[in-house]
């Protein structure tokens, strides 16, 4: 089992093991402030690790072949830019399933105060755009997937798991790993997770112009800037930390030229 997956299934014990009901608001929020952000330290340490940040080596292998077949480079990420102007979903999620991958996703790699979340580095739009490209064979696989766990949680919970708090989704994810979660044929539930928390990743740490990585959001926290077009040869050979303008993502780029026009 993956430290990650040890933590959050102990920080649920201990949600679960506090009895005392004047407390147990207060004790849970604690906990789970610990539990995020012992996670995100290790997911962090994980891609950092795994160089999972080392320039190329960030294109998901899948979508490296789908750009490389076609060569139009501004296409992808014009794409992906008014994709997330039209709310991060639609290529192939609808509403409700967008919700609950979001949601997911958020709680694989939460965010906090000044440090990016999935759900702040556009994950669901990363996501979205592969399964309606690269990923399209996992169309399926997602339908019933997701099917499965709201399944799951209305059984467990009585509600579906973009309704549940946040101790709720970590432990039906818990299930989920465990393969513990009633209702799950084919995608197993273990396979379930296992694809949403690399797809999750990918979408964290992949290259901005395949949709995720909002701003660079996944970069930031493990500090590397990417290749700018801002950086001069003695930026890209400094040892420090780049001191010039603010590094913008293409995204936000667009938004601001769609605002002023």
Not at 40 to 66: D, M
Not at 135 to 153: I, M, T, V
Not at 242 to 248: K, Q, T, V
């Amino acid at each position: 089992m993956q430290l990650a997956d040890r933590l959050l299934a102990e920080s649920v014990r201990r949600i679960l093991a506090v009895k005392n009901k004047t407390n147990s608001k207060r004790r849970e929020a604690i906990s789970m402030k610990k539990h995020e952000e012992s996670r995100r330290a290790f997911l962090i340490g994980t891609a950092v690790g795994a160089s999972a940040v080392a320039g190329a080596g960030l294109v998901p292998t899948a979508l490296a072949q789908t750009h490389e077949q076609h060569p139009a480079a501004d296409a992808p990420a014009t794409t992906a830019q008014g994709h997330a102007h039209a709310g991060g979903h639609g290529a192939f999620l609808n509403d409700d399933d967008a919700v609950t991958v979001t949601a997911f996703a958020e709680r694989i790699m939460p965010g906090a105060p000044g440090k990016p979340g999935a759900r702040d580095a556009g994950v669901i739009n990363y996501i979205d755009l592969a399964l309606a490209g690269a990923y399209s064979d996992l169309q399926d696989f997602y339908r019933r997937g997701l099917a499965a766990l709201d399944a799951h949680c209305r059984t467990t919970y009585n509600k579906p798991f973009a309704q549940l708090s946040a101790a709720q989704q970590d432990e039906a994810i818990t299930a989920l790993e465990g393969g513990k979660a009633t209702g799950f044929t084919w995608p197993t539930s273990q396979a379930f997770f296992e694809t949403m928390r690399t797809h999750t990743m990918e979408g964290m740490f992949a290259d901005p112009v395949y949709g995720g990585n909002k701003d660079f959001a996944g970069w930031v926290l493990v500090g590397f800037p990417g290749a700018q077009p801002l950086f001069s040869p003695a930026d890209m050979n400094s040892k420090d930390a780049f001191a010039g303008a603010p590094i913008i993502g293409l995204q936000s780029q667009s938004k601001t030229v769609l605002r002023r026009s």
